[in-house]
DNA sequence: CGTGCGCTTGATAGAAATCAATGTCAGTGG
DNA sequence: CCACTGACATTGATTTCTATCAAGCGCACG
């Protein structure tokens, strides 16, 4: 069952290229950054609004709860987690990768209220906040491009709260999985075969359940047949069915 | 225990007044609003923006799932529940009482995410999205306030993961007691002293658990002589000792 | 070769759900 | 006026899902 696995993984971890200051227009994170859409002359502008390509190793922090907002991020390649502290624990919120906007909970404060961790080596975009916001009365649609992804963040994080109160530890984590599969589809990558990124621990947090509930399930969709687990690379086997199991179809066993 | 209140009980539910065109100008919601804070001028552009006062009865819905977004709503008076449908059952994902801006969660798709409902007959500004829209290009500080708006929302929906994710029931209803508490602090009201809008079922819903935890949990909260309840009517008695629980401290005991 | 971290697996405990009555109260109609 | 109804709420008994406690595995690394 636990034969080696030899599959395409997603995108490999980036090379830490060098070009730290390349631009939009040669960027692939594809039609989900703030620039996307935008005229090659609005381009340009924005392109000079792009700090930086910051360099993040693996386990380091882009910012921290407490300090102030002094820029937002958009994952150029990489895989990150955001992390809210609570008096009974941490919560992951989300697991941010390549097109994804990192800080928009600093925006109403200015000041960060979780923390961003890098999974893995990776780039990101930055823009400085207060160059961003003179840049929206000079190009036209940025603005409304960007309290819609605002507006997308919240649907997301009221989807993960339906998952939080309302649904079981099985369905929560068939979920997980498919939404983890459409995530790499929309990049372009197999939904159903694709590498983790995270630890068990991490996937606890964001699910609410504990690590070792985390393990038990894996292995029971793996006796099931519906997924194969070799460390973190995941193959979903019966997508299908696994969906039907997040749509709340199908029974839902308990635990063990 | 259970001997009849006397006390004031937070706003009380509008007398559905006639004024169905009044101004931003004589508007109580205090620093809430969208509009708070624009100079004169900007305010009465404002006002014009403003097509109407829509009166809710308790009960009717403002808006629901798939409708295509019109309007963005901030209740002027009244009490409102917004809930998500989600195949394992329903989540009640916000309160929204006087100043709060309803229907963000629409602006990135143009349709509806959720269902907003009047848990009392309540007054709203409509705020045609399209034409809102439009204002922003005319009024500087207005786009900046609308978008900072979305990240006290997505920081107040983080709030809520956490409770969900990570709280037991005990101090998920601690919590609730102390944010109803603020939320009526912050308009002028007791902290202390309140009454309810919502019914046990939708407590449970938004907290994640069911009626009948709910319902043991006021009572043994009352047993403790945290809190006095006489059906919705709260009074916190001891509303420290509940901060204490909220915050995780307080060994926080099973529900027998 | 030990050491530690991430993960798995098993046994047990416990918090909250579920199932089942019962109670309260407002509204309605006989 | 009182019985009836239905929504809402409380309370008790029991079940069950998941957490917790505990042990061990496998692999990378010093």
Redesign the pocket.
């Known amino acids: 069952m636990n034969a080696p696995l030899r599959m395409p993984l997603g995108p490999a971890a980036p090379g830490l290229r060098a070009d730290m200051k390349g631009q939009c227009s040669d960027c692939n994170t594809g039609g989900l950054c703030l620039a996307t859409g935008l005229d090659s002359v609005s381009k340009m502008r924005f392109d000079r609004l792009v700090g930086q390509h910051r360099r993040i190793a693996g386990g380091d922090m882009l910012y921290r709860t407490g300090q102030p907002l002094h820029s937002l991020y958009t994952v150029r390649c990489g895989f990150f987690k955001t992390r809210r502290r609570g008096p009974a624990g941490d919560q992951i919120t989300s697991f941010p990768m390549t097109g994804e906007l990192l800080g928009l909970e600093a925006v109403g404060t200015g000041i960060h209220q979780s923390d961003a961790v890098a999974l893995e080596d990776s780039i990101v975009c930055e823009l400085p906040f207060a160059a961003l916001e003179l840049l929206f009365e000079d190009i036209p649609g940025l603005h409304r491009r960007f309290y819609r992804m605002m507006s997308y963040e919240i649907n997301r994080q009221q989807h993960l709260m339906i998952l939080l109160g309302n ?6 984590m068939a979920t997980f999985l498919i939404d983890m599969g459409a995530a790499y589809a929309s990049r372009g990558y197999s939904p159903v075969r694709f590498q ?1 990124r ?5 996937i ?1 947090s964001y699910l ?9 399930l ?2 029971r969709f ?1 006796k099931l047949g519906l997924i194969t ?1 070799n ?2 690379a995941i193959v979903l086997n019966d997508p299908q069915r696994i969906a039907e199991m997040a749509s709340g179809f199908s029974p ?5």
């Open positions: 649904m079981r530890a099985e369905q929560r983790l995270m630890s068990r621990e991490d606890g609410g359940l504990t690590i070792e509930s985390i393990s038990r894996l292995a793996t687990v460390k973190r839902c066993s308990p635990m063990v």
